[in-house]
Structures are given as C-alpha cells and as structure tokens.
C-alpha cells in the first residue's frame, strides 16, 4: 500500500518560491558517501555546497565571507544551500509535506579573519526553512566559521529532518 503524504502544504509552498530552484546533481559513484540516509523517521542530509548553475568542484558562490564576498552575498548562498538541501530532500521522500520537522541545520562559513557573523549568513538557509515548513522550520542549529571549505565554496551545510512514514 503507498501512502499518501500528510496535507502540510510545504511542497506546494516550495514550488511556489520565486527562486530558481537547483537541479539534482547525481553524485559520482567513486564517492564514500551519500547525499542523504534515512533511518527511522529521520533523514539526514550531507553538506550541501551553493550550487545552481555550477556543478562541483565549482561552486556559484566561492571565497571568503567578509573577504572577497559580502555578508548579503553570504546571506544569498546559505539561501541556494537551503534549495539544494530541500531538493535533495524532495528526492527523497517525493514530497516534502512528509516532513514532521527541520530538527537540525549546521553551517560552516568561509570566513575571512576576523568575520564572526557567521549566525547572519546561516539566517539564508534557515529563513528559508521557515518559508516553507513555517513553525516547523525552525531548527536547532549551529554556525560557525571555517578557515577553508572544499574548493573554496562559501558555505557548506548539512541538515537532520524529522518524517512521517
């Protein structure tokens, strides 16, 4: 028997937003690990990069927040980490009005020496959980500055996701 997803609204919210949303990206098969894993009634989600138009090792958001990119740049790609992170998750579950809640969202910022708004950047992706799955959106969640990300991406987050089966 398949079941149906629960009437939240949240994919209808999704598909309704004005940005442009990302294409899933297959990931190549040399790699050791996956985009997400379910157990129970969890996803969990890997780091996800800023990626619309550019596929990785590049990335449409590279360098240093407070360095050579500003903090609404930053702010800009946290959000694009948000849609990857939601597309990732719409492929795997089909819908996302399974989602019961975003339990948790961790961002790791490339940042420039002494940049320590870090929490502002991550606002994109989390802002952007708000819109769609609105008081269930709201993560615990955890920001932090990296001196170096992969191939110099901005900003790399992961997330953990409570669903209904």
């Known amino acids: 028997m398949t079941r ?4 939240s609204g949240a994919d209808q919210r999704f598909q309704s937003l004005p940005d442009e ?5 297959p990931l190549p098969p040399e790699l050791s690990f996956v985009r997400s894993r379910r157990s129970g009634g969890q996803v969990w989600l890997a780091g996800h990069g800023p990626n619309l138009r550019k596929r990785p090792p590049e990335f449409d958001f590279i360098g ?14 946290a959000r694009l980490v948000g849609l990857n992170l939601l597309v ?3 492929a795997e579950l089909n819908s996302l009005d ?4 975003i339990l948790q969202v961790v961002g790791a910022i490339n940042s420039a020496k002494d940049y320590y708004r870090q929490s502002y ?22 920001a932090f500055g990296a ?11 992961s997330m953990i996701v409570s669903v209904r089966s």
């Open 4 to 7: 149906s997803p629960t009437l």
């Open 21 to 25: 949303k990302p294409p899933l990206v």
């Open 64 to 77: 240093k927040i407070g360095g050579e990119l500003t903090e609404e740049q930053g702010y800009a790609a």
């Open 88 to 90: 990732s998750l719409r």
């Open 98 to 101: 399974y989602v019961d809640s």
């Open 121 to 142: 950047v991550l606002n994109g992706c989390t802002d952007l959980m708000v819109e769609v799955f609105e008081g269930a959106g709201r993560p615990a969640r955890m």
């Open 147 to 157: 001196g170096e990300l992969p191939f110099n991406m901005a900003i790399e987050a």
